[in-house]
């Protein structure tokens, strides 16, 4: 099933060092390679090799659609999406029939806001394959994205009876009735995905969302807590996750800092929003700790500056 593409946090982390990645496996192609290599080089997320390689079979081959449909792969990886477009439409100018590249350009398009082409080249693999779960999820998404909420749902649960162990039709079943008001039919939705996927963070993230919504505070807490027990935590979420709760419930918002914190002590991000919050909690001594360490492993982030004059203040509230 197709990854849900809506961007359901809204990453103001974004400029802040997050520390403790890294950096994906690099391996020198050969001057030329082939389509496995190439392959092999995006698996391991190597996907600038992985470029060099497509690029030396299209310069061979120009015929070569999958060799263009891999180019799409690697600029959007690389963060270019004006010329994954590019490549994605030389792949299916060259083989219509490579519903892979319908499928990444249509969702491309989604993600760019262009609704009208996404719903074009995802009908066209909803057409190639009436019976595929992820036709329907995907072609759902896209309606949902053009407003026509019970078309989506229409194709959400036909993807759900394609794929009754696919927890995302139930996740999109959630966000159309989240999106209608109907709140307590949206916690049903993200609860049966849940059970279907656990280890989900945004599905737990946007259920704890619509709990805050419902004034629910405790119970929210609770279900955005539950991201500390997964067995991978997910730092970004769980700082995002933090951030939405603080105005709500400062110690459930410190338990999911200092939990990211406990995952990574170099993830720089909860650090700065942990001191935040103990700054505004007036616990001058341990916000200033946590601004010190941001400092130590994010000297050069944008959000550096605030940091040192609110290290300052903290300090100038401890005499």
Same mark, same amino acid.
């Given at each position: 099933? $197709?990854?849900?593409?809506?961007?359901?946090?809204?990453?103001?982390?974004?400029?802040?060092?997050?520390?403790?990645?890294?950096?994906?496996? $690099?391996?020198?192609?050969?001057?030329?390679?082939?389509?496995?290599?190439?392959?092999?080089?995006?698996?391991?997320?190597?996907?600038?090799?992985?470029?060099?390689?497509?690029?030396?079979?299209?310069?061979?081959?120009?015929? =070569?659609?999958?060799?263009?449909?891999?180019?799409?792969?690697?600029?959007?990886?690389?963060?270019?999406?004006?010329?994954?477009?590019? +490549?994605?439409?030389?792949?299916?100018?060259?083989?219509?029939?490579? &519903?892979?590249? +319908?499928?990444?350009?249509?969702?491309?398009?989604?993600?760019?806001?262009?609704?009208?082409?996404?719903?074009?080249?995802?009908?066209?693999?909803?057409?190639?394959?009436?019976?595929?779960?992820?036709? +329907?999820?995907?072609?759902?998404?896209?309606?949902?994205?053009?407003? =026509?909420?019970?078309?989506?749902?229409? +194709?959400?649960?036909?993807?759900?009876?394609?794929?009754?162990?696919?927890?995302?039709?139930?996740?999109?079943?959630?966000?159309?009735?989240?999106?209608?008001?109907?709140?307590?039919?949206?916690?049903?939705?993200?609860?049966?995905?849940?059970?279907? =996927?656990?280890?989900?963070?945004?599905?737990?993230?946007?259920?704890?969302?619509?709990?805050?919504?419902?004034?629910?505070?405790?119970?929210?807490?609770?279900?955005?807590?539950?991201?500390?027990? &997964?067995?991978?935590?997910?730092?970004?979420?769980?700082?995002?996750?933090?951030?939405?709760?603080?105005?709500?419930?400062?110690?459930?918002?410190?338990?999911?800092?200092?939990?990211?914190?406990?995952?990574?002590?170099?993830?720089?991000?909860?650090?700065?929003?942990?001191? =935040?919050?103990?700054?505004?909690?007036?616990?001058?001594?341990?916000?200033?700790?946590?601004?010190?360490?941001?400092?130590?492993?994010?000297?050069?982030?944008?959000?550096?500056?605030?940091?040192?004059?609110?290290?300052?203040?903290?300090?100038?509230? &401890?005499?």
């Amino acid at each position: 099933m $197709t990854v849900r593409l809506f961007i359901i946090l809204q990453l103001a982390w974004c400029g802040l060092s997050c520390g403790g990645s890294k950096a994906p496996e $690099t391996t020198t192609p050969r001057e030329t390679g082939t389509i496995a290599e190439g392959e092999m080089l995006i698996e391991k997320g190597d996907f600038e090799g992985a470029a060099a390689v497509f690029k030396a079979i299209a310069a061979k081959s120009p015929d =070569n659609a999958k060799a263009q449909f891999y180019l799409g792969v690697t600029e959007k990886n690389l963060g270019n999406p004006d010329a994954a477009v590019s +490549h994605y439409e030389s792949a299916i100018h060259l083989d219509g029939q490579l &519903m892979d590249a +319908h499928i990444n350009l249509g969702l491309l398009l989604l993600d760019k806001g262009d609704l009208e082409r996404a719903e074009s080249e995802l009908g066209v693999y909803l057409e190639a394959s009436p019976d595929a779960s992820d036709a +329907h999820f995907n072609y759902g998404l896209v309606q949902e994205a053009m407003g =026509n909420l019970d078309k989506a749902g229409e +194709h959400y649960k036909k993807a759900m009876s394609l794929d009754p162990e696919d927890a995302s039709p139930l996740f999109g079943l959630g966000d159309l009735e989240r999106s209608r008001g109907n709140l307590q039919a949206a916690i049903g939705w993200y609860e049966k995905a849940r059970a279907l =996927n656990p280890e989900e963070a945004e599905l737990v993230f946007v259920e704890g969302q619509t709990l805050l919504e419902m004034k629910k505070p405790e119970k929210a807490c609770d279900t955005l807590s539950s991201l500390l027990d &997964m067995s991978r935590v997910d730092l970004v979420v769980v700082s995002e996750a933090g951030k939405l709760i603080a105005k709500e419930d400062a110690a459930c918002a410190i338990k999911l800092y200092e939990g990211a914190i406990a995952a990574d002590d170099t993830f720089a991000a909860a650090h700065f929003y942990l001191a =935040n919050t103990l700054a505004r909690e007036k616990k001058f001594k341990d916000a200033k700790a946590h601004y010190a360490r941001f400092l130590e492993l994010a000297p050069d982030d944008p959000a550096a500056g605030s940091a040192r004059k609110r290290l300052a203040a903290c300090e100038a509230a &401890m005499k």
